[in-house]
């Protein structure tokens, strides 16, 4: 009787252990935190294993790991669509040294929002440390539906500031108007001396 016990609850354990396994294989905290661990470590192949073919990708234009355009406003967006263009900007980050630091995460539903930081070497040249934000995705059945990192507004202005262009020197516009100056001053009293002189002569 109780080897018969032992064995109908192993069989149970045995069943209920695929079930187990694919629920945290699908659970979309666990289904972000791994996709973002990949793409940090630079695994580009198992970051695309948990994407789905329709899936977007919305971020900063100045995270993309991609030159900005000199026209292009720091808050502006780049949106990424479909599998291969995905992994073109998997690739990107890749590239650029991206990383993405998470912190806590909640899950309402297929919907998991994260507080991030962001950083890579394409930021660092341009003077900017990491950007803080929020992260949203959406995870339906263990793949991601929809990625989309939001900067804070703390993060917006420190793009904004690396993109304002260098003022000019403060001295520039002064000595420029002071060359004028000091021209009309000598013409003036060239003028004045050439009277001058021939008034002289003139009484002479």
Do not use: H, K
């Not at 905290?29 to 661990?37: A, I």
């Not at 990625?147 to 993060?155: G, M, Q």
């Amino acid at each position: 009787m109780v080897t018969r016990i032992i064995l109908v609850t192993a069989l149970i354990a045995l069943l209920a252990l695929p079930v187990a396994v694919f629920a945290q294989e699908t659970d979309p905290v666990t289904v972000t935190e791994g996709f973002v661990t990949s793409v940090n470590e630079g695994d580009v192949a198992a970051a695309g294993d948990v994407v789905a073919e329709d899936a977007t990708v919305t971020v900063p234009e100045a995270t993309t790991g991609e030159e900005m355009e000199e026209e292009a406003e720091p808050e502006a967006e780049a949106e990424y669509s479909g599998s291969a263009e995905i992994e073109a900007w998997l690739d990107a980050q890749v590239a650029a040294g991206a990383e993405t630091t998470v912190g806590e995460c909640t899950a309402a539903g297929e919907v998991v929002t994260c507080d991030v930081s962001y950083t890579s070497e394409a930021l660092n040249a341009m003077g900017v440390g990491a950007l803080a934000g929020e992260l949203q995705v959406v995870v339906v059945e263990g793949q991601i539906q929809a990625y989309d990192f939001i900067p804070s507004a703390e993060a917006v202005a420190m793009l904004q500031s690396a993109a304002a262009p260098a003022a000019l020197p403060a001295t520039g516009g002064t000595t420029q108007a002071t060359t004028y100056m000091l021209l009309a001053v000598l013409g003036l009293f060239l003028l004045l001396a050439g009277t001058s002189v021939r008034a002289f002569r003139r009484s002479v």
